[in-house]
């Protein structure tokens, strides 16, 4: 069975600082991962994918996150964080026979403060 | 394009009573998915349909929970009757295909009393 741990359950940091939100994964085949974020009252919003290719992907708002297979991980990541990046953010993984069946982490909570 | 529409947006009931959630996927998307959010976990799945069959309900508390997807496009999850432990948000999500990209709707909070 696979399974996904996000080590932080809340991160505060101040604005325009650096972020780094810890997710590790364990699963014993190929696995696709997402980070998924949630504002408050609204649904999920897909933020980033990694299905193959470079292990480095990138989202339009400026997070980064990177795949690491040999630690099993995929750290999400941003320079510089802005009020408005407060929301919980999910890691989440599929295996490619799982047929969209997605498993997901407990959630972190960014807090972003003046 | 309209995103994935779920109602209520919040619903209270007392222990015991019965409950119905209703989702309207994306149109032409073919896999739906419903999920239970218990306040600091994550989403997790509790039934998928592909058009209107079922593709996984393993982790659906068959004894209380019921859900169906008519005619491949709207779906309804129904409790029945509801626990203090099933408040929760109940997520809704749907797909192009099975493995697609996944879009979910706002949720419905559901407070058992």
């Known amino acids: 069975a696979q399974s996904v741990t996000q080590l932080d359950s809340q991160v505060p940091v101040f604005e325009e600082a650096p972020v780094e939100l810890r997710c590790n994964y364990s699963?014993?085949?190929?696995?696709?991962l997402f980070w998924y974020v949630q504002y408050p009252n609204q649904g999920l919003q897909l933020l980033l994918k990694y299905l193959s290719g470079s292990t480095l992907v990138e989202s339009i708002n400026g997070f980064e996150a990177e795949f690491n297979k040999s630690q099993t991980s995929f750290h999400l990541r941003k320079p510089s964080v802005h009020i408005s990046d407060t929301a919980e953010y999910f890691c989440?993984?599929?295996?490619?026979?799982?047929?969209?069946?997605?498993?997901f982490g407990q959630g972190t909570i960014l807090t972003v403060h003046p | 394009e309209a995103g994935v529409a779920q109602s209520p947006r919040y619903k209270i009931i007392e222990k015991r009573q019965s409950v119905a959630f209703w989702c309207n996927p994306i149109s032409g998307h073919a896999t739906l998915y419903w999920y239970q959010q218990i306040l600091g976990q994550g989403p997790k799945l509790l039934i998928q349909?592909?058009?209107?069959?079922?593709?996984?309900d393993s982790q659906l508390p068959k004894d209380r929970f019921s859900a169906e997807r008519l005619k491949g496009v709207d779906s309804t999850l129904k409790i029945q009757p509801a626990k203090l432990e099933d408040s929760a948000v109940y997520l809704c999500?749907?797909?192009?295909?099975?493995?697609?990209?996944?879009?979910f709707g706002p949720g419905t909070r559901l407070t058992v009393l």
């Open positions: 999500a749907s797909s192009l295909d099975r493995g697609d990209e996944q879009f």
């Open positions: 349909f592909q058009n209107n069959g079922v593709v996984d």
């Open positions: 699963s014993s085949v190929s696995v696709y």
């Open positions: 989440a993984v599929f295996k490619g026979t799982s047929y969209g069946k997605l498993t």
